[in-house]
């Protein structure tokens, strides 16, 4: 075998590697447990059935603050049909300023504070924020996008699944 042969069969199984290690399996991420801000107990598997949305945010991230009525609005017109959504506040944030904001922008959806990191390992080692993944009702990761949501693309793969504006 020449060096290119061995040298494209090692890239492919790297590649294969590294894809394997980095998507998150959705029976991992079904077996998450966690407590939002209120100390109440969920689990990601309570949500089995319904498309769910998870933000990777912090409190001092401008685009996450700036994206918040967006969310809220998506809350608003979804959540009554069944969209869960979930604000993960990644470790280096604080209760008391996750609390503060909150009460401040009025969030009407599920937040918790991920101290140890387990639910941003879960999704890949989410460090960057916003991070959103859009999850059907099947349990599947239909979408991962890494900065602001597009509010547009997020309305259509909704109605996608069945979900419906109103």
């Known amino acids: 075998m020449n060096r290119h ?11 294969f590697a590294l894809n394997w290690f980095n998507n998150s399996d959705p ?8 407590t939002d801000i209120d100390q109440n107990p969920h689990s990601f598997a309570q949500y089995k059935g319904k498309p769910m949305l998870i933000i990777f945010w912090s409190t001092d991230c401008p685009s996450c603050i700036t994206e918040i009525p967006d969310l809220i609005e998506l809350h608003e017109t979804y959540a009554k049909q069944g969209l869960v959504m979930i604000a993960v506040a ?4 604080t209760p008391p300023h ?5 009460s401040e922008r009025q969030i009407p959806y599920t937040i918790t ?13 989410v460090r960057v924020t916003p991070t959103h993944f859009l999850i059907d ?5 239909v979408m991962r996008k890494i900065g602001t ?5 997020i309305h259509d793969m909704l109605q996608d699944m069945g979900l419906e504006s109103s």
């Open 98 to 102: 996750i609390k503060a904001m909150r």
């Open 90 to 93: 990644l470790a280096h944030d």
């Open 27 to 34: 029976d991992t991420i079904a077996a998450i447990t966690f």
């Open 149 to 153: 949501l597009n509010a547009t693309r």
């Open 137 to 141: 009702p099947d349990g599947e990761i």
């Open 5 to 15: 042969a061995i040298f494209a069969i090692f890239l492919v199984m790297g590649l």
């Open 113 to 125: 504070w991920d101290k140890d990191a387990s639910i941003a390992l879960a999704f890949g080692n």
